[in-house]
């Protein structure tokens, strides 16, 4: 038994010193140009946002988000797709995923959507996206209050454990898409 607990701490170990986080900060601006309240406990309404991000890495960039958005007594379910660009003009596309086997947090401040936490999937790009394929990351998100043209800003940030220090380099190491 001591042998198996030895191997385990050792692969543990191991694991963490050859893996890597990847965190990702997003800030810009947003709208829900439709937002329908039913009652105290039901909102739905539609997304979209303009925002520049940077990384833990070399990569960093702007994209666009757009989709839907509803909370059901607290649950918040979301069906929204990001197209991201970074500096080298390589294209990423995110998507917007349940935090947790049980259900999204959000959160509203008067007759806006306040914070929440919430998971994006890598689904797909050129260049590093194409490295990220598949890789969740989860995250906050705070809308900080809405400008004088009535857009919301905001802020995300969240993270990816785990990643193999190899993908990290890899991703460091990428130029501008062909």
């Not at 833990?56 to 991201?84: A, R, Y």
């Not at 500096?87 to 959160?107: D, H, T």
Request: hydrophobic letters at 40%; aromatic letters at 12%.
């Amino acid at each position: 038994m001591k042998l198996f607990l030895k191997f385990i701490v050792y692969i543990l170990l191991v694991y963490k010193t050859f893996a890597d986080d990847f965190i990702m900060t997003v800030t810009g601006i947003d709208q829900f140009p439709s937002f329908v309240k039913v009652d105290e406990n039901t909102i739905f309404m539609t997304f979209n946002n303009r925002a520049q991000f940077t990384t833990n890495t070399s990569m960093f960039g702007f994209g666009v988000c757009e989709g839907t958005v509803e909370i059901i007594n607290g649950d918040q379910k979301q069906n929204i797709l990001c197209t991201i660009t970074d500096s080298y003009k390589n294209k990423g596309y995110l998507k917007a995923i349940p935090a947790s086997r049980n259900k999204n947090v959000g959160n509203m401040i008067g007759d806006r959507l306040g914070s929440s936490i919430a998971s994006w999937q890598w689904v797909g790009g050129d260049g590093p996206f194409e490295e990220l394929k598949g890789v969740i990351m989860t995250g906050a998100y705070f809308q900080m209050g809405k400008n004088k043209h009535g857009d919301g800003n905001f802020i995300w940030r969240g993270k990816a454990e785990g990643l193999s220090a190899k993908l990290i380099e890899r991703i460091n190491n990428y130029k501008r898409a062909e």
